[in-house]
Nanobody, 113 residues
């Protein structure tokens, strides 16, 4: 059973930055594409960033230019650097492989003044 553990969330002012981390001991990111997802209250979970085993990345239009996904294959970790945060980025953030497996608890990101 995959155990995903996300961390790094918190309360930040608009324009601020956060770095999220995900430990995925049961997923080999050298084989599987990995992604960060988020879910705001009342909304469906959406994928915001993905990274292929090749290292190629892609982003949702809403975060392009502000978020950067990276991974450490040796440590089975995936990170999400989030800059220039906006109130609409407020959500619970999750990591998972593509296609998704069991979900972790996620980490709450709140952008507010």
């Amino acid at each position: 059973q995959v155990q995903l553990v996300e961390s790094g969330g918190g309360l930040v002012q608009p324009g601020g930055s956060l770095r999220l981390s995900c430990v995925a001991p049961g997923i080999n990111s050298r084989i599987w594409p990995m992604a960060w997802y988020r879910q705001a209250p009342g909304n469906q979970r959406e994928r915001v960033a993905a990274i292929l085993p090749s290292g190629i990345t892609n982003y949702a239009d809403s975060v392009k230019g502000r978020f950067t996904i990276s991974r450490d294959g040796a440590k089975n970790t995936v990170s999400l650097q989030m800059n220039s945060l906006k109130p609409e980025d407020t959500a619970v953030y999750y990591c998972n492989k593509i296609p998704s497996d069991d979900w972790g608890q996620g980490t709450q990101v709140t952008v507010s003044s």
